[in-house]
T-cell receptor, first 116, second 110 residues
Framework: DGGITQSPKYLFRKEGQNVTLSCEQN?????MYWYRQDPGQGLRLIYY???????QKGDIAEGYSVSREKKESFPLTVTSAQKNPTAFYLC???????????????FGEGSRLTVL | GDSVTQMEGPVTLSEEAFLTINCTYT??????LFWYVQYPGEGLQLLLK?????DKGSNKGFEATYRKETTSFHLEKGSVQVSDSAVYFC?????????FGKGITLSVRP
């Protein structure tokens, strides 16, 4: 089945540690995204990538880093510089908008990070 | 910049009640509009979409009409079910990014 796989589903981290969240897609989508979800704040864009080896900062990129070495993979590292990392993290992918599609996002099931 | 405003929540309804969730937007150009739904503990799923003015998106009994004159995309359902309990997000796409509203939690009582 085609889709987006995020792992791990739950992750605990001690303060001062970096952690990496995995996101893999087999939909052959060019664009991939990372969002952070907090109660009452909706989804906020962290980073996005429209093509391999290229990515752009979103609205809340500070304290995060990403890489896009392969089309199907877009891992997110939450660094120790992120002051409040406890949140639900969602990865998504899409095709480019065009005549045959509107570029809607397809989401993974999310990873919940808790800092102890 | 682009923005989406959703009505404040949460919303609690009895089963078979009529549902309206308001959504208005600000965007340059001609955005595509979406409603996404998030069930507990899961990611978001596309519920419906509309790509141009006066288009009506529909799915699972939900409907929303793209109103350019009022910059709105309100979500409606004539008779909600307990299984509709979820968080609903309105979103727009005007360039390479999708901009989301804050979401609203719907709870449906039996």
């Amino acid at each position: 089945d085609g889709g987006i796989t995020q792992s791990p589903k739950y992750l605990f981290r001690k303060e001062g540690q970096n952690v990496t969240l995995s996101c893999e897609q087999n939909l052959n989508h060019d664009a991939m995204y990372w969002y952070r979800q907090d109660p009452g704040q909706g989804l906020r864009l962290i980073y996005y990538s429209q093509i391999v080896n290229d990515f752009q900062k979103g609205d809340i990129a500070e304290g995060y880093s990403v890489s896009r070495e392969k089309k199907e993979s877009f891992p997110l590292t939450v660094t120790s510089a992120q002051k409040n990392p406890t949140a639900f993290y969602l990865c998504a992918s899409s095709r480019y908008p065009g005549e045959s599609n509107t570029g809607e996002l397809f989401f993974g099931e999310g990873s919940r990070l808790t800092v102890l | 910049g682009d923005s989406v405003t959703q009505m404040e929540g949460p919303v609690t309804l009895s089963e078979e009640a009529f549902l309206t969730i308001n959504c208005t937007y600000t965007a340059t150009g001609y955005p595509s509009l979406f409603w996404y739904v998030q069930y507990p503990g899961e990611g978001l799923q596309l519920l419906l979409k509309a790509t141009k003015a006066d288009d009506k998106g529909s799915n699972k009994g939900f409907e929303a009409t793209y109103r350019k004159e009022t910059t709105s995309f309100h979500l409606e359902k004539g008779s909600v079910q307990v299984s509709d309990s979820a968080v609903y997000f309105c979103a727009l796409r005007a360039n390479s990014k999708l901009t989301f509203g804050k979401g609203i939690t719907l709870s449906v009582r039996p």
